[in-house]
């Protein structure tokens, strides 16, 4: 008997419903749920894949105390007595917890009640700081409160998109696959997109701006003055709604905001920068969507105001198809930010600077105290670590020896700190290696409660599998912690239901409408309503009819959460990054994520649906720069900055902005010897928002020789080889090692043995050496290949794809294995080339196949030939771009 279980996607801010089935061999698959206001049933290749990664691979499953496993009773016990003996001797600012956007709200409100309630600190901060806390200030301080004005509906409604550092097609999949749609839908939609980069997200661009890195505020700012001298204003709306104005104004019209200073000052064509300004100021319905290239700024915060001003002058907010609209990068961001899971805030949007929200939260609480000043933001939190003042320090569902930037010093701070636990569902992490306690946590698809979206929409995680081994769900291990430090009466919770309805509560007391967020509309709902919760928009107001379709947007009324009920301009100055490159560090270093892959790969990882796309961390180059530096495509290269240094593979492209690189976020220890881009990203910082700078770091880089390269690939897992340099990709049915290294082995042939076949004497074992430092080796079982590995003296290899594909089959053909340590496949059809789309591990090679000789000249004929681009559509402007390439070939030829 199939069990279906509706619930919402772990991984970005979209927030898609999911459908989880349960077939009676208890096999799981995963669909869209087509009802689900996000998403009506699209999901990226992500959300796809997930019935892949659920295995229990890596997990921890038994609380262990100084690496050896230990009960409950115990490890609670530990971490109580840990905090409370530093608190005893030090105070609660002494203590912190790191909190993370993958948990969920109920887990987050938990936390955030014990450190600020009860314990009496604010030191709690999220590593949702890292990518949407200057859209949090921005927003207080236009609107007064953070406030998220527009819904996803806005996005087939408008005339006119803005994508402006927001890498959406990749980033955002299931949302761009919806703009791609509306514009399909509606003709006259015009797209711009703002990014330094060519990426997927331009293929539907009618105008791409790629202007200098850091320049943002400079190009808002003009368009602010153009607005005001193209006669644009919204008298009305300025006048009646908002106060600032003359301040703002009085910093852009000056001759440093005319089309031509602000295109040499972006790096822009000036006939490009009024082809934006002339557009923007005649659609009435413009939505201006920003994302981490905007935030991840160390004046991300201005960037925000710099993008609202527009829309508060031309009154374009709070109205169907127009507004300015942050995409939230992780499955709760939004919820963390309105249980006060930052630093900086109470729950449900209050503020810890305002003395009525302090009484009021801790008359609600009936806590012993409550914090009175704001706590440290993540980058200061881990510097009060390594500077001993923190003293003991709880990290929940997040990984920030690889997230935060300056990640040497993060790891000196964790291995200086007196007590340090964490809980997380994966035991080997670049984090998990300094705790004192583990704590075995729940993950997706185990865990019960709720995560708000981007368009401020509340969805249920639910519950589908038991959970494995001991791990227990956040919020419990939290209150088992409260009870043990003594606060037992104000975490007497049974269930995430309890939870809630006491949050809910806490949004509607003494409310009277002063604030923005308030779901006191739920707080009455019973266990079984809880459970049954279809999605839902906040505010829930008491008294209001939920409508769970219809999107909710804010300021429709012209009032705000101001003193004075007013939107305030915010004048803003364009300020340069904090580190400008310099001779010996030229180039400026952009970072961010990969289509198929999530924060540190804990879970995309796992499959090689995921990792078949980009297996390898690289750094993107444009032509100019790889010649003036010597670097050469696919060469490994050492990029540097003043914090430190990794060794990634070069990707020479037009698609880079010249002056500029590009390193993917998600590689760590766990995956590669020096690969973690947070080692070389400089800790600058947003003086508003605390957000760091990662979009800017001026780095130099150079080419890395070894003495040989080469790869390895097994079914089994095997210690990492002695190489100076090593990544590990999971594939299908086995293991790939990318090897290299400073000096020779003296005897290859050996070093093959002893990894690959250990004791093992019943091995068919092949091998191929020319004495010049080649060798070429391959192990098989039966007719079964186990495991092979190719080494060169001059870096050239073959293919990893055609043995790659033998690895999924039960035995290779004699004519294959006569072939197989050429690397080569015995015909050119066998050899699918890089992988593009996931979803049904269709290669690049297939893809030209079909395009030359099966005559596919559209998207959609590749997908009827081959089916790419017919599921998720993640790899659909990939395909755009191979046709337009053919295309070239064949005109040019």
Request: glycine fraction near 8%.
């Amino acid at each position: 008997m199939e069990r279906v279980t509706k619930t919402t996607c772990p991984y970005c801010g979209v927030g898609c419903g999911i459908v989880a089935t349960r077939d009676s061999r208890n096999a799981l698959s995963i669909a869209g749920d087509r009802d689900h206001p996000a998403n009506f049933g699209r999901l990226c290749s992500k959300g796809a894949a997930l019935a892949q990664t659920i295995d229990l691979k890596g997990r921890l499953l038994h609380p262990l105390i100084n690496g050896e496993q230990a009960s409950w009773d115990d490890a609670i016990h530990e971490v109580a007595l840990g905090f409370r003996r530093v608190i005893d001797r030090h105070g609660p600012d002494a203590v912190a917890f790191y909190v993370s956007g993958q948990i969920l709200t109920e887990d987050y409100y938990v936390a955030n009640k014990l450190m600020k309630g009860f314990i009496g600190s604010a030191n709690i901060d999220t590593n949702s700081r890292l990518c949407m806390s200057s859209s949090v200030a921005g927003h207080k301080r236009a609107f007064g409160s953070d406030t998220v004005p527009c819904c996803y509906e806005d996005l087939e409604r408008s005339d006119m998109i803005v994508l402006t550092g927001s890498n959406t097609a990749w980033c955002h999949p299931v949302l761009f696959q919806r703009i791609k749609q509306a514009k399909k839908d509606n003709p006259h939609l015009y797209i711009a997109v703002i990014d330094p980069r060519r990426t997927a997200t331009c293929e539907i661009a009618d105008l791409h701006l790629p202007l200098a890195a850091g320049s943002d505020v400079m190009l808002f700012n003009g368009l602010l003055a153009y607005l005001h001298l193209q006669g644009e204003e919204n008298k009305l709306f300025t006048a009646s709604f908002t106060e600032g104005l003359h301040d703002a104004l009085n910093v852009v019209l000056s001759p440093a905001f005319a089309i031509e200073k602000v295109a040499e000052a972006c790096g822009l064509p000036p006939d490009q920068v009024e082809a934006f300004y002339k557009h923007f100021a005649r659609t009435e319905r413009v939505i201006t969507v920003y994302s981490q290239g905007v935030n991840q700024s160390s004046s991300g915060t201005d960037k925000v105001n710099s993008i609202i001003n527009c829309h508060l002058y031309t009154g374009r907010i709070g109205r169907p198809g127009m507004g300015p609209f942050s995409f939230t990068g992780q499955p709760n961001a939004m919820g963390g930010r309105e249980v006060g899971g930052l630093a900086n805030q109470l729950a449900a949007h209050m503020e810890i600077g305002d003395p009525r929200h302090r009484s009021l939260v801790q008359r609600f609480w009936r806590s012993p105290r409550i914090a009175t000043e704001q706590g440290l933001k993540a980058v200061d939190l881990f510097d009060a670590i390594y500077a001993g003042k923190i003293k003991a320090v709880w990290i929940m569902g997040t990984n920030p020896v690889v997230s935060l930037p300056d990640a040497t010093r993060v790891k000196d701070a964790l291995a200086r700190c007196g007590f340090v636990a964490v809980s997380d569902c994966v035991q080997h992490t670049d984090t998990t290696l300094y705790a004192h306690v583990l704590l075995p946590a729940t993950t997706w698809g185990e865990k019960d409660g709720t995560v708000t979206n981007s368009e401020r929409r509340i969805s249920r995680q639910r519950e589908f599998m038991a959970a494995p081994g001991e791990a227990k769900h956040d919020w419990w291990i939290i209150a088992q912690v409260a009870k043990a430090m003594g606060f037992g009466d104000g975490f007497n919770y049974q269930s995430p239901y309890d939870i809630f309805i006491e949050y809910a509560r806490l949004s509607g007391f003494e409310n009277h409408d002063e604030r923005d967020f308030d779901i006191s509309g739920l707080a009455a709902l019973t266990q079984q309503q809880y459970d049954e919760l279809t999605p839902v928009q906040w505010p829930v107001k008491t008294g209001d009819d939920r409508d769970t379709k219809l999107g909710k947007r804010f300021f429709a009324d012209g009032r705000f959460y101001t003193p004075s009920g007013k939107a305030r301009f915010v004048a803003v100055d364009p300020r340069q990054p904090v580190n400008a490159p310099t001779p010996l560090y030229p180039l400026v270093l952009n970072t961010g994520r990969l289509r198929d892959q999530w924060h540190t790969m804990t879970r995309t990882g796992k499959t090689a649906r995921l990792t078949s796309h980009e297996p390898e961390p690289y750094v993107a180059i444009h032509p100019k720069d790889a010649d003036k530096y010597q670097v050469q495509d696919d060469a490994l290269t050492v990029v540097k900055s003043r914090w430190g240094e990794i060794i990634v593979k070069a990707r020479v492209t037009e698609e880079q902005y010249p002056g500029s690189v590009f390193i993917p976020m998600h590689w760590n220890r766990q995956f590669a010897s020096a690969a973690g881009v947070g080692e070389v990203i400089n800790p600058a910082l947003d003086p508003v928002s605390g957000q760091p700078e990662f979009k800017h770091t001026p780095v130099s880089i150079e080419p890395r020789k070894f003495a040989w390269r080469g790869f390895l690939l097994s079914r089994r897992s095997l210690p990492v080889p002695d190489a100076s340099y090593w990544i590990k990709v999971n594939g299908d049915q086995f293991i790939r090692y990318e090897l290299a290294g400073d000096s020779h082995s003296k005897d290859w042939a050996h070093w093959a043995r002893q990894l690959l076949c250990q004791s093992d004497s019943n091995i068919n074992w092949i091998e191929y050496f020319d004495g010049t430092g080649n060798y070429r080796g391959a192990r098989l079982v039966g007719d079964k290949l186990e495991s092979c590995v190719f080494i060169s003296a001059s870096g050239n290899l073959p293919s990893r794809q055609w043995l790659a594909n033998l690895f999924t089959r039960d035995s290779i053909s004699r004519q294959e294995r006569a072939f197989l340590l050429s690397g080569k496949p015995p015909s050119e059809t066998a050899d699918i080339g890089h992988i593009v789309c996931a979803c049904f591990g269709v290669g690049e090679k297939q893809i030209v196949h079909a395009i030359r000789e099966k005559g596919c000249s559209s998207v959609e004929a590749i997908g009827a030939t081959l089916k790419a681009g017919t599921n998720c559509g993640s790899c659909i402007p990939e395909l755009q771009q191979l046709l337009q390439s053919q295309d070239k070939l064949l005109h040019s030829a």
